[in-house]
């Protein structure tokens, strides 16, 4: 099983935000890193899971990560969640990265990351391996982590009205 990830104390996996070309000096192409819980003003386009640099992940096996949203009803734990579909999922710039990109703009909503190393898609390294996120428990554990989507509002349309 493969083990070794980035944070060994903390998180067990290291999670990039993209930004990407926004418009605004303060936002342009900035990365984050994301943790449990983060509520985020600006909708990512994209997120890279960056496992241990000794790990090569298995390109066959990307349906072990997952995203969903509560569906605008704020609860995760319902069963009404909707999935997000990546627009790309794929191996990253080196073998121990997976890129997510986004087909749409995200709403606001609370949303939950799941990276499976149990259960019937796991996320494997190309030994075929299943990631764990609690190699010292003896099990395999996945992970879970959320964050939320606090966007503000947004002008939709401009309906020009005549000077009378």
């Known amino acids: ?3 070794s990830l980035l944070h060994p104390l903390q998180q067990q996996v290291s999670i990039r935000i993209d930004f990407g070309r926004l418009v605004g000096p303060h936002h342009r192409g900035r990365i984050e890193l994301l ?3 983060d509520v985020l003003n600006v909708a990512p386009q994209e997120l890279t899971f960056r496992f241990d640099e000794n790990q ?3 390109p066959d096996s990307l ?3 997952q995203i969903s949203r509560s569906g605008l009803d704020g609860n995760l734990d319902d069963g009404n969640n909707v999935t997000i579909h990546p627009g790309f999922i794929g ?4 073998s121990n990265e997976v890129v997510f990109r986004f087909a749409e703009a995200l709403p606001d909503d609370i949303y939950r990351i799941e990276i499976f ?3 019937p898609t796991p996320l494997t390294n190309v030994n075929g391996e299943p990631f764990d996120n609690g190699p010292d428990s003896g099990d395999i ?3 879970v982590l959320g964050f939320e989507l606090d966007l503000g509002p947004q002008v939709i349309a401009v309906v020009p009205q005549p000077i009378t």
């Open 91 to 94: 191996i990253g710039e080196s």
């Open 63 to 65: 349906d072990g990560i």
């Open 1 to 3: 099983m493969f083990r």
């Open 117 to 119: 190393g149990t259960g």
């Open 56 to 58: 090569q992940i298995d």
């Open 35 to 37: 943790n449990d819980g």
């Open 141 to 143: 554990q996945d992970v």
